[in-house]
């Protein structure tokens, strides 16, 4: 399915539909694509590093300015993030930074870019204990005009099998377990989706005993040593390339939800399913529209 629509940057015209398995928005051509090579040439960046701009959906969360949560961009005043990290947090007290990199750094050639929440919308059975139906939308003020370093991603649509696929997170959360503080530069790791079996069990064995059942809105990667999502990286996007591995093209199939050690061998990592909420992200998105 195509969309032949103007341009629009309100929440008011977002359309939305399915083209094959992905779940798009009005004016969102271009959502998730990716600058494979960064946008500045002459930043130097680890393994675990992205480039500048290489990720532009990615978005910064803030209290009093101090970061706390990651999210994704998914229409221009539309971020996606997990319920977990907005307890005891009101639309007022947030503050979502686009086109980010260095927190550290506010002489980027790139600038970023912040919008004030309006509203917050937590899934209603959101379960804090167990990680189910963790997400949660905030509805910005005022959207963001999309250009180089800040887009959109692409949301999947589709209960497909994801497993074996190799996806990214980017988050700027410890990247060590052991570390006092967050990343300032936005790190990327890459990471194996796992069969559910496979992480329930890897659970069970760790910690939390033979009688655990995974939720069935939760997905998993695993991790290993000097691969993996650590503290402060909740709320951020786990999204995988549409088509072959390498492609500069990408859609989100989950949230950074929970994990219970990082760094550790054999110690998945757990995700929201974004494809199981597609139909409540959407219902959301144009009922605040209205």
Known sequence: MSINCKRSSKISE???AHSKDRLIYR????C???NANGLDFRQEVTEDQSKPGQYPWVVALFNNNEYFAGGSLIAPDVVLTTAHRLRYKT?????????EWDL???????AFEERQVKRITIHERFDYPSGANNLALLFLD???ELKEHIRTICLTSSLKSYDGRRCIVAGWGKRKLEDLDNSAILKKVELPVLNKNTCQEQLRN???GCHYQLPES????????GRYVCSGDGGSALFCPIGCENSAVYEQIGIVNWSIKCGQQNTPATYTNVAMFGTWIAEKILSFAK
């Open 206 to 208: 760790i910690t939390l």
């Open 32 to 34: 998730g694509l990716s």
């Open 104 to 110: 550290d750094s506010e002489e980027e050639d790139f």
């Open 27 to 30: 004016d969102q051509q271009l």
């Open 218 to 225: 939760l997905i998993c990667t695993g991790g290993g040593i």
């Open 142 to 144: 005022e959207p963001y």
């Open 91 to 99: 639309a007022e007290d947030i503050v979502v930074r686009a086109g």
């Open 14 to 16: 977002v359309l939305v």
